[in-house]
């Protein structure tokens, strides 16, 4: 939380910089010939509100989400990395439009209005890598349109009403060249209502061209593909981190085709029952899993395998009595974990994730509480598992809290599997 505090104070001090800048600009803009056509465009063409401008690990950004925005302003500047315009009103973008933006990596104008883009539209982005035009309006589009791009490597078309008629020859064509692996996943035909639902990505050309002779080609075979769980209702964020954001979307499994890119993933409020083995190995670089308020009641101990660089997982609000050994041996990394609002049962099956905590001092967690049974509701997990070994004073190994890895592995001896991760010298302190 510290840290997500401080990195978006940073962010409000470095916008407050760049504002005194921008304004100190338009003061002396009287002077120069070029003032009287910025602030004539502006007033022509942008009632939005204003954005702001940021620099973050040396890439600067340009955020104007949600400003009412519906075309894009002259007086941006040129050395823009990040270009987020997403919740606009744009509804035409003309040739050539960011042709002056020759170092942009990313634009986002999802969740627009966008009907048209011109063939040269995006003319001149020699470097742009990501390009969001989900939830927009779009009907039909060429391929013409992305080829000025030679980096695109991920692009969004879904949910926009695609008119699958001849004019898409092109554009289907190019989306389904093999390298073409993230680029317009999930985009659908809207339109003839025969190939309504059909994705972009399986359709044949032939079906397209031959719709237009008013005899279209029976389509089993595409209508028999595996119902796979995607991510087109969620809605992905770069800013301030690369996002996905799926709250409250009925989800009843983690969608199987989230970008690698992601950092964060919200999958709270949910459907989700159980989680499967590698259920999140395509996100590698996943660093904040939020899984609160889905009613989990399982965890494959391969669940979390592969997530080396996670440090918050959110697991509060579920069914968990317990976890299985192994669930927490890939992430060496945590540092926050949500546990409250969870049946824990505290039974010899509490050990492991009790254990786990403990060994590793520099994980905080929360709401590790009993539930069950009866006789230790309301416990905390840890007084349970004292008064477990106090009970037994006759055990071979009589062990208290305090105890060292090497008494863990002598209680667990025939485990082998347990990983002796390190343990660094930070208190434990407990999330409230
Ligand atoms: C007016 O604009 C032109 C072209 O943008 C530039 O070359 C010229 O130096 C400017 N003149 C003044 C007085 O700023
Ligand atoms: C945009 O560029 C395309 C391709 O060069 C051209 O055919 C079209 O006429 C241009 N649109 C406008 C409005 O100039
Ligand atoms: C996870 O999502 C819930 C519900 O949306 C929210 O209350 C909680 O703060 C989130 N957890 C984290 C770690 O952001």
């Not at 890439?59 to 050395?79: A, F, G, I, M, N």
């Not at 660089?309 to 974990?337: A, I, T």
């Not at 590793?360 to 007084?383: A, I, R, T």
Request: hydrophobic share 30%.
């Amino acid at each position: 939380m510290q840290v997500v505090t401080l990195i978006i104070l940073l962010f409000f001090c470095k916008a407050s910089e760049f504002r005194k800048v921008r304004r100190n600009n338009r003061g002396n803009n009287d002077k120069s010939n070029n003032s009287k056509k910025t602030s004539s465009t502006v007033k022509r063409y942008a009632p939005g509100l204003p954005c702001e401008i940021y620099t973050y690990i040396n890439e600067k950004y340009l955020d104007c989400q949600e400003k009412r925005q519906t075309t894009v302003l002259s007086d941006w500047p040129e050395d823009l990395i990040h270009i987020l315009l997403a919740r606009n009103r744009i509804r035409i973008i003309k040739n050539n439009t960011f042709s002056k933006f020759q170092n942009l990596k990313s634009l986002d104008l999802q969740q627009n209005e966008i009907t048209k883009i011109e063939d040269q539209a995006f003319s001149g982005l020699k470097k742009l890598t990501t390009l969001l035009l989900q939830h927009n309006r779009i009907k039909t589009l060429s391929e013409e349109v992305f080829i000025q791009m030679p980096r695109l490597t991920y692009l969004r078309l879904y949910d926009n009403p695609w008119d699958c008629n001849c004019e898409m020859e092109s554009l289907v064509i190019f989306l389904q060249i093999p390298g073409n692996r993230n680029f317009g996943n999930y985009a659908k035909c809207e339109n003839p209502s025969e190939l309504k639902g059909l994705k972009l990505k399986q359709i044949s050309t032939q079906t397209l061209c031959q719709e237009e002779d008013g005899k279209p080609k029976p389509l089993e075979g595409f209508k028999a593909t595996r119902p796979s769980v995607d991510s087109t209702v969620c809605h992905t964020y770069l800013y301030p981190i690369a996002t996905l954001d799926c709250k409250r979307k009925e989800l009843q499994q983690v969608p199987t085709d989230i970008s690698p890119d992601i950092i964060r993933l919200d999958l709270s409020s949910n459907k989700i029952k159980r989680l499967q083995a590698k259920e999140f190995k395509d996100v590698p670089n996943l660093e904040i899993l939020n899984l609160s308020n889905n009613g989990i009641e399982f965890i494959d101990p391969a669940a979390f395998s592969g997530l080396m660089n996670l440090h918050e997982l959110d697991l509060s609000e579920n069914k968990l009595c317990n976890f299985q050994y192994g669930v927490l041996e890939d992430l060496y990394f945590l540092k926050k974990l949500w546990l409250r609002d969870n049946p824990w049962k505290c039974d010899y099956h509490i050990h492991y994730l009790f254990y786990w905590l403990k060994h590793h001092y520099n994980v905080n967690y929360n709401g590790l509480e009993c539930k069950e049974p009866e006789e230790y509701k309301g416990w905390s997990v840890g007084k349970y598992v004292r008064s477990y070994y106090e009970e037994c004073p006759n055990e071979k190994f009589q062990v208290h809290v305090g105890m060292h890895e090497e008494e863990w592995e002598k209680i667990e001896g025939d485990k082998n599997q347990i990983q002796s991760g390190k343990t660094h010298g930070v208190l434990l302190t407990v999330l409230t």
